[in-house]
């Protein structure tokens, strides 16, 4: 796997694209255990802050809103524009790698074999918890 240096992994961290031949290291950041962590600073970055301070902005400049209701408002629009980029999360870092030519699926399925890995029993247990629980009904 190559890696990208300091600049253009910072580019990268904030929604640039990299070059094709990084594309093992964006499956590996799309995978690895802090994904979701890297996905939702990202989306923060690149566009919920950015359009919340506008919004802002707009309230406090142009509206001459109370500085009170502006912040309201520019929290409310930060917390629902985070709340709709994690719940398409997993959609769109799957549509990330497949810009750099994997096939579709193959992020989730490389993060729940990895899961698999470090905890091969996790699903017998599960199994065995709610299969009890059933005939308990």
């Given at each position: 796997?190559?890696?990208?240096?300091?600049?253009?992994?910072?580019?990268?961290a904030?929604g640039?694209?990299?070059p094709?031949?990084?594309?093992?290291?964006?499956?590996?950041?799309?995978?690895?255990?802090?994904?979701?962590?890297?996905?939702?600073?990202?989306?923060?970055?690149?566009?919920?802050?950015?359009?919340?301070?506008?919004?802002t902005?707009?309230?406090?400049?142009?509206?001459?809103?109370?500085?009170?209701?502006?912040?309201?408002?520019?929290?409310?629009g930060?917390?629902?524009?985070?709340y709709?980029?994690?719940?398409?999360?997993i959609?769109?870092?799957?549509?990330?790698?497949?810009?750099?030519?994997?096939?579709?699926?193959v992020?989730?399925?490389?993060?729940?074999?990895?899961?698999?890995?470090?905890?091969?029993?996790?699903?017998?247990?599960?199994?065995?918890?709610?299969?009890?629980?059933?005939?308990?009904?």
């Amino acid at each position: 796997m190559t890696t990208p240096g300091l600049g253009p992994r910072l580019w990268y961290a904030i929604g640039g694209k990299l070059p094709r031949r990084y594309a093992d290291y964006v499956l590996k950041t799309a995978t690895d255990r802090a994904w979701l962590a890297r996905f939702a600073l990202r989306v923060l970055l690149r566009a919920v802050l950015p359009s919340t301070v506008l919004i802002t902005g707009v309230l406090l400049v142009a509206l001459d809103a109370p500085l009170g209701l502006a912040l309201a408002c520019g929290a409310l629009g930060l917390i629902v524009g985070m709340y709709y980029a994690l719940s398409y999360s997993i959609e769109s870092v799957e549509g990330l790698v497949g810009r750099y030519g994997f096939e579709p699926g193959v992020a989730a399925r490389v993060r729940e074999e990895r899961k698999e890995a470090r905890d091969p029993d996790r699903d017998a247990r599960y199994a065995e918890r709610y299969r009890q629980g059933d005939s308990a009904h």
